[in-house]
T-cell receptor, first 108, second 119 residues
Framework: AQRVTQPEKLLSVFKGAPVELKCNYS??????LFWYVQYSRQRLQLLLR??SRESIKGFTADLNKGETSFHLKKPFAQEEDSAMYYC??????????FGGGTRVLVKP | DTGVSQDPRHKITKRGQNVTFRCDPI?????LYWYRQTLGQGPEFLTY????????KSRLLSDRFSAERPKGSFSTLEIQRTEQGDSAMYLC?????????????????FGEGSWLTVV
Protein backbone atom coordinates (compact mmCIF):
# COMPACT_ATOMS: atom_id res chain seq x y z
CA ALA A 1 0.00 0.00 0.00
CA GLN A 2 1.16 3.51 -0.72
CA ARG A 3 2.18 5.37 2.38
CA VAL A 4 3.02 8.98 3.14
CA THR A 5 4.89 9.71 6.35
CA GLN A 6 5.28 13.03 8.09
CA PRO A 7 7.52 12.33 11.08
CA GLU A 8 6.97 15.63 12.88
CA LYS A 9 3.62 16.33 14.51
CA LEU A 10 4.62 19.82 15.57
CA LEU A 11 7.20 22.32 14.38
CA SER A 12 7.67 25.49 16.37
CA VAL A 13 9.89 28.21 14.90
CA PHE A 14 10.45 31.91 15.39
CA LYS A 15 9.39 34.44 12.79
CA GLY A 16 12.12 34.88 10.21
CA ALA A 17 13.68 31.49 10.87
CA PRO A 18 13.79 28.77 8.22
CA VAL A 19 11.26 25.98 8.40
CA GLU A 20 11.39 22.53 6.82
CA LEU A 21 8.57 20.01 6.96
CA LYS A 22 9.57 16.45 6.21
CA CYS A 23 7.60 14.08 4.01
CA ASN A 24 8.58 10.59 2.92
CA TYR A 25 6.62 8.28 0.66
CA SER A 26 6.75 4.59 -0.10
CA UNK A 27 8.38 3.92 -3.41
CA UNK A 28 6.14 2.95 -6.29
CA UNK A 29 6.68 4.13 -9.85
CA UNK A 30 6.57 7.83 -10.58
CA UNK A 31 4.78 9.58 -7.73
CA UNK A 32 2.75 12.73 -8.03
CA LEU A 33 3.05 14.61 -4.76
CA PHE A 34 1.35 17.59 -3.18
CA TRP A 35 1.39 19.75 -0.11
CA TYR A 36 -1.97 20.82 1.28
CA VAL A 37 -2.42 23.43 4.00
CA GLN A 38 -5.22 24.09 6.45
CA TYR A 39 -5.26 27.48 8.17
CA SER A 40 -7.27 27.93 11.35
CA ARG A 41 -10.99 27.62 10.69
CA GLN A 42 -10.47 27.24 6.95
CA ARG A 43 -10.80 24.33 4.59
CA LEU A 44 -7.99 22.17 3.35
CA GLN A 45 -6.44 23.76 0.27
CA LEU A 46 -3.69 22.94 -2.18
CA LEU A 47 -0.41 24.72 -1.47
CA LEU A 48 1.77 23.29 -4.21
CA ARG A 49 2.35 20.27 -6.40
CA UNK A 50 5.74 18.88 -7.31
CA UNK A 51 5.03 18.67 -11.02
CA SER A 52 4.62 22.45 -11.25
CA ARG A 53 7.99 23.14 -9.65
CA GLU A 54 6.56 26.41 -8.34
CA SER A 55 7.05 28.51 -5.26
CA ILE A 56 3.87 29.45 -3.43
CA LYS A 57 3.87 31.91 -0.52
CA GLY A 58 7.65 31.46 -0.38
CA PHE A 59 7.38 27.68 0.03
CA THR A 60 9.19 25.23 -2.23
CA ALA A 61 9.34 21.45 -2.25
CA ASP A 62 11.70 19.24 -4.17
CA LEU A 63 11.04 15.65 -5.06
CA ASN A 64 14.02 13.46 -4.21
CA LYS A 65 13.40 10.05 -5.71
CA GLY A 66 16.57 8.59 -4.25
CA GLU A 67 15.45 9.41 -0.73
CA THR A 68 11.72 9.08 -1.56
CA SER A 69 11.17 12.48 0.03
CA PHE A 70 9.22 15.64 -0.74
CA HIS A 71 10.18 18.05 2.01
CA LEU A 72 8.57 21.49 2.19
CA LYS A 73 10.81 24.45 2.90
CA LYS A 74 10.59 28.15 3.49
CA PRO A 75 13.67 30.24 4.25
CA PHE A 76 11.94 32.87 6.38
CA ALA A 77 8.80 31.80 8.22
CA GLN A 78 6.01 34.32 8.81
CA GLU A 79 3.34 34.29 11.51
CA GLU A 80 0.67 33.74 8.86
CA ASP A 81 2.35 30.44 7.98
CA SER A 82 1.04 28.92 11.21
CA ALA A 83 -1.22 26.10 10.05
CA MET A 84 -1.56 22.34 9.56
CA TYR A 85 0.38 21.03 6.59
CA TYR A 86 -0.34 17.72 4.90
CA CYS A 87 1.80 15.93 2.37
CA UNK A 88 -0.19 13.85 -0.08
CA UNK A 89 0.37 11.46 -2.91
CA UNK A 90 -1.93 10.87 -5.83
CA UNK A 91 -3.17 7.34 -6.41
CA UNK A 92 -5.23 5.84 -9.21
CA UNK A 93 -8.56 7.59 -9.72
CA UNK A 94 -7.05 10.94 -8.78
CA UNK A 95 -7.57 10.16 -5.11
CA UNK A 96 -5.05 11.23 -2.50
CA UNK A 97 -3.18 9.41 0.23
CA PHE A 98 -2.29 11.83 3.03
CA GLY A 99 0.36 11.89 5.67
CA GLY A 100 -0.57 12.47 9.28
CA GLY A 101 0.09 16.19 9.11
CA THR A 102 2.51 18.62 10.74
CA ARG A 103 1.35 21.58 12.78
CA VAL A 104 3.54 24.62 12.24
CA LEU A 105 3.58 27.31 14.87
CA VAL A 106 5.46 30.49 14.02
CA LYS A 107 6.20 32.53 17.09
CA PRO A 108 6.67 36.30 16.95
CA ASP B 1 -18.75 31.07 -2.07
CA THR B 2 -18.80 28.69 -5.04
CA GLY B 3 -16.60 26.06 -3.41
CA VAL B 4 -17.55 22.60 -2.18
CA SER B 5 -20.27 22.87 0.43
CA GLN B 6 -21.24 20.33 3.07
CA ASP B 7 -24.23 20.02 5.33
CA PRO B 8 -24.59 19.78 8.26
CA ARG B 9 -21.35 21.16 9.55
CA HIS B 10 -21.81 19.52 12.92
CA LYS B 11 -23.90 16.56 14.00
CA ILE B 12 -24.22 14.97 17.41
CA THR B 13 -26.09 11.69 17.44
CA LYS B 14 -26.75 8.82 19.79
CA ARG B 15 -25.15 5.47 19.15
CA GLY B 16 -27.34 3.34 16.94
CA GLN B 17 -28.94 6.23 15.09
CA ASN B 18 -28.57 6.85 11.37
CA VAL B 19 -27.00 10.03 10.02
CA THR B 20 -26.76 11.48 6.54
CA PHE B 21 -24.35 14.08 5.20
CA ARG B 22 -24.76 16.01 2.01
CA CYS B 23 -22.10 17.38 -0.29
CA ASP B 24 -22.54 19.85 -3.13
CA PRO B 25 -19.44 19.86 -5.32
CA ILE B 26 -18.12 22.69 -7.42
CA UNK B 27 -20.37 23.07 -10.43
CA UNK B 28 -19.32 20.93 -13.40
CA UNK B 29 -16.86 18.89 -11.37
CA UNK B 30 -17.49 15.34 -12.44
CA UNK B 31 -15.43 13.65 -9.72
CA LEU B 32 -16.54 13.67 -6.12
CA TYR B 33 -14.67 12.16 -3.18
CA TRP B 34 -15.43 11.36 0.45
CA TYR B 35 -12.69 11.28 3.07
CA ARG B 36 -12.73 10.73 6.81
CA GLN B 37 -10.41 12.48 9.23
CA THR B 38 -9.94 11.70 12.91
CA LEU B 39 -8.08 13.85 15.42
CA GLY B 40 -4.35 13.90 14.85
CA GLN B 41 -4.58 12.08 11.53
CA GLY B 42 -4.61 13.07 7.91
CA PRO B 43 -7.69 12.54 5.77
CA GLU B 44 -8.35 8.92 4.72
CA PHE B 45 -10.02 8.07 1.44
CA LEU B 46 -13.45 6.47 1.66
CA THR B 47 -14.96 6.47 -1.82
CA TYR B 48 -15.24 8.42 -5.05
CA UNK B 49 -17.68 9.00 -7.88
CA UNK B 50 -17.21 9.86 -11.49
CA UNK B 51 -20.48 11.49 -12.45
CA UNK B 52 -23.10 9.19 -10.89
CA UNK B 53 -20.96 6.05 -10.90
CA UNK B 54 -19.27 4.99 -7.68
CA UNK B 55 -15.91 3.78 -8.95
CA UNK B 56 -14.05 2.81 -5.81
CA LYS B 57 -14.73 2.11 -2.16
CA SER B 58 -12.10 1.85 0.55
CA ARG B 59 -12.04 -1.06 2.96
CA LEU B 60 -12.78 1.62 5.59
CA LEU B 61 -16.27 1.87 4.17
CA SER B 62 -18.09 -0.83 6.11
CA ASP B 63 -21.53 -2.15 5.21
CA ARG B 64 -23.05 0.48 7.47
CA PHE B 65 -21.83 3.21 5.15
CA SER B 66 -23.46 4.03 1.86
CA ALA B 67 -22.79 6.86 -0.53
CA GLU B 68 -24.81 7.98 -3.50
CA ARG B 69 -24.62 10.57 -6.22
CA PRO B 70 -27.90 9.98 -8.01
CA LYS B 71 -27.77 12.66 -10.67
CA GLY B 72 -24.07 13.19 -10.86
CA SER B 73 -24.31 16.43 -8.92
CA PHE B 74 -24.69 16.41 -5.13
CA SER B 75 -23.80 13.38 -3.05
CA THR B 76 -24.97 11.90 0.24
CA LEU B 77 -23.07 9.78 2.72
CA GLU B 78 -25.24 7.79 5.10
CA ILE B 79 -24.03 5.97 8.18
CA GLN B 80 -26.45 3.46 9.65
CA ARG B 81 -26.42 2.26 13.25
CA THR B 82 -23.68 4.68 14.21
CA GLU B 83 -20.94 3.61 16.58
CA GLN B 84 -18.66 5.73 18.72
CA GLY B 85 -15.79 4.84 16.40
CA ASP B 86 -17.58 6.67 13.61
CA SER B 87 -16.90 9.99 15.34
CA ALA B 88 -14.78 11.94 12.88
CA MET B 89 -14.75 14.74 10.36
CA TYR B 90 -16.24 13.67 7.02
CA LEU B 91 -14.72 15.61 4.18
CA CYS B 92 -16.08 15.93 0.68
CA UNK B 93 -13.97 17.01 -2.26
CA UNK B 94 -14.43 17.44 -5.98
CA UNK B 95 -12.37 17.79 -9.12
CA UNK B 96 -12.58 17.75 -12.85
CA UNK B 97 -11.80 14.51 -14.59
CA UNK B 98 -9.43 16.01 -17.06
CA UNK B 99 -6.65 18.51 -16.76
CA UNK B 100 -3.12 18.70 -18.02
CA UNK B 101 -0.50 17.43 -15.65
CA UNK B 102 0.97 20.88 -15.20
CA UNK B 103 -2.32 22.74 -14.99
CA UNK B 104 -4.65 22.99 -12.07
CA UNK B 105 -7.42 21.42 -14.10
CA UNK B 106 -7.72 18.29 -11.96
CA UNK B 107 -6.92 19.89 -8.62
CA UNK B 108 -8.95 18.41 -5.80
CA UNK B 109 -10.94 21.01 -3.86
CA PHE B 110 -12.19 20.23 -0.36
CA GLY B 111 -15.25 21.27 1.56
CA GLU B 112 -15.14 22.45 5.16
CA GLY B 113 -16.22 19.06 6.41
CA SER B 114 -18.99 17.67 8.57
CA TRP B 115 -18.11 16.87 12.17
CA LEU B 116 -19.83 13.80 13.55
CA THR B 117 -19.90 13.04 17.27
CA VAL B 118 -21.51 9.78 18.34
CA VAL B 119 -22.41 9.69 22.02
Amino acid sequence: AQRVTQPEKLLSVFKGAPVELKCNYSYSGSPELFWYVQYSRQRLQLLLRHISRESIKGFTADLNKGETSFHLKKPFAQEEDSAMYYCARKAAGNKLTFGGGTRVLVKP
Amino acid sequence: DTGVSQDPRHKITKRGQNVTFRCDPISEHNRLYWYRQTLGQGPEFLTYFQNEAQLEKSRLLSDRFSAERPKGSFSTLEIQRTEQGDSAMYLCASSLLYGTVKSSGNTIYFGEGSWLTVV
